[in-house]
């Protein structure tokens, strides 16, 4: 296949940033998709409502004039979040999620969530009122080796929360592991799981590949192989509760390339393009339309997109740096191909 249309897609899962670094990334994720979940973690993180409503004017006033693109909003949990604030979320109509960072567990997470059991009555409003939580899955117990934090943090807290809450919609974000497949396969249909492209084409052996490589280290970090191959099985299953999240997150290259470097993989430029190298490794590119465009929607009971994309099979070649703001950026891929080509009209 070397040319491939498909509806639309979204993406369940985006950090924007805000600033002058909100408006150079934002016109990369407006051209491919129509919709996104914007991650909450700013600094300060956006906890209520009105920070809500006034981040998304400012993501609308970012967008080039020519976009179509809706910005899914959601609330950055701390355990001072109330059964109030859920419900003002949901009355809002432009919140769509709550997202659990455990404290500590990645970039700008400080003020999550230290103890899960405090929220269990903000968990209660948000089942009642049916409004989804989006969970960064991994413990931040040191003592818990880093490649197995996702599978602890299931058994430990996950598992617990949704016997506990039964008709809460649950969305892991993205997932890393067998754990977290296995999670979503076996659960109820409340249950669903996003995957990004970077754990999609990278195993753990990118992080250290001639030696140290900050660009390929995000949390979740990257896994082994067999963890890889699982989600690509996942991914391409038609499985309608695994969904596209690219979790792309700008972090300048001083940030990245330093003694104590940042998580966080910028892929918004290709996207949709590092998605169909995936899918095509596998021959499965008749499946990356339900995964991208349709399973999404679904879950979060919105319309699927009208409009479509098309992709070409070209080769090009990413920049070696972009710019986030005034600073430097090294995006997924610098300097090397991607298969992928969004068709220009
Ligand atoms: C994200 C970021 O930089 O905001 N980083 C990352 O490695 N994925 C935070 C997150 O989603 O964990
Ligand atoms: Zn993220």
């Given at each position: 296949?070397?040319?491939l249309?498909i509806?639309?897609?979204?993406?369940?899962?985006l950090?924007?940033?805000?600033?002058?670094?909100?408006g150079s990334?934002?016109?990369?994720?407006?051209?491919?998709?129509?919709?996104?979940?914007?991650?909450?973690?700013?600094?300060?993180?956006?906890?209520t409502?009105?920070?809500?409503?006034?981040?998304?004017?400012?993501?609308l006033a970012a967008?080039?004039?020519?976009?179509?693109?809706?910005p899914?909003?959601?609330?950055?949990?701390?355990e001072?979040?109330?059964?109030?604030?859920?419900?003002?979320?949901?009355?809002?109509?432009?919140?769509?999620?709550?997202?659990?960072?455990?404290a500590?567990?990645?970039t700008?997470?400080a003020s999550?969530?230290?103890?899960?059991?405090?929220?269990?009555?903000?968990?209660?409003?948000?089942?009642?009122v049916?409004?989804?939580?989006?969970?960064?899955?991994?413990?931040?117990?040191?003592?818990?080796?880093?490649f197995?934090?996702e599978?602890?943090?299931?058994?430990?807290h996950?598992?617990?929360?949704i016997r506990?809450?039964?008709?809460?919609?649950?969305?892991?974000?993205h997932t890393?592991?067998?754990?977290g497949?296995?999670?979503?396969?076996s659960?109820?249909?409340?249950?669903?799981?996003?995957?990004t492209?970077?754990?999609?084409?990278?195993?753990?052996?990118?992080?250290?590949a001639g030696?140290?490589?900050?660009?390929h280290y995000?949390?979740?970090?990257?896994?082994?192989e067999?963890?890889?191959?699982?989600?690509?099985?996942?991914?391409?299953s038609?499985?309608?509760?695994?969904?596209l999240?690219?979790?792309?997150?700008p972090?300048?290259r001083?940030?990245?390339?330093?003694?104590?470097?940042?998580?966080?993989i910028y892929?918004?430029?290709?996207?949709?393009?590092?998605?169909?190298?995936?899918?095509?490794?596998?021959?499965?590119?008749?499946?990356l339309?339900?995964?991208a465009?349709?399973?999404?929607?679904?879950?979060?009971?919105?319309?699927?997109?009208?409009?479509?994309?098309?992709?070409?099979?070209?080769d090009?070649?990413?920049?070696?740096a972009?710019?986030?703001?005034?600073?430097?950026?090294?995006?997924?891929?610098?300097?090397?191909?991607?298969?992928w080509?969004?068709?220009?009209?």
């Open positions: 296949m070397h040319r249309t509806t639309r897609p979204d993406d369940w899962h950090h924007l940033r805000d600033g002058d670094v909100l990334v934002l016109p990369d994720t407006a051209r491919r998709f129509r919709r996104a979940i914007i991650m909450p973690n700013l600094k300060p993180p956006v906890t409502v009105e920070a809500a409503a006034e981040y998304r004017e400012r993501i967008l080039p004039e020519e976009a179509d693109f809706e899914l909003m959601t609330l950055y949990l701390t001072a979040t109330t059964p109030g604030m859920i419900e003002a979320a949901k009355a809002s109509g432009f919140i769509h999620g709550v997202k659990l960072y455990p500590g567990a990645t700008n997470a999550g969530v230290a103890d899960i059991r405090r929220c269990y009555p903000v968990f209660e409003a948000m089942q009642r049916d409004l989804p939580l989006l969970v960064h899955g991994e413990v931040t117990d040191p003592e818990v080796d880093i197995d934090r599978a602890v943090f299931i058994e430990r996950l598992q617990p929360l506990e809450f039964p008709e809460l919609r649950v969305v892991l974000e890393t592991t067998e754990s497949v296995e999670f979503v396969e659960g109820p249909e409340n249950i669903a799981a996003t995957i492209p970077q754990h999609l084409l990278y195993n753990r052996n990118a992080l250290f030696g140290i490589r900050p660009h995000c949390l979740p970090v990257l896994k082994r067999r963890h890889r191959q699982t989600l690509l099985r996942a991914a391409t038609g499985h309608p509760r695994f969904f999240g690219t979790d792309s997150a972090h300048p001083h940030a990245k390339e330093s003694a104590c470097g940042c998580a966080g892929s918004a430029h290709a996207a949709i393009e590092f998605y169909a190298e995936a899918f095509a490794s596998v021959d499965a590119l008749d499946k339309e339900a995964f465009s349709f399973h999404g929607p679904d879950f979060y009971r919105l319309p699927r997109n009208t409009d479509s994309i098309t992709l070409e099979r070209v090009w070649t990413v920049p070696e972009v710019l986030f703001g005034h600073d430097p950026g090294v995006p997924l891929r610098a300097g090397e191909t991607v298969a080509q969004l068709a220009r009209y």
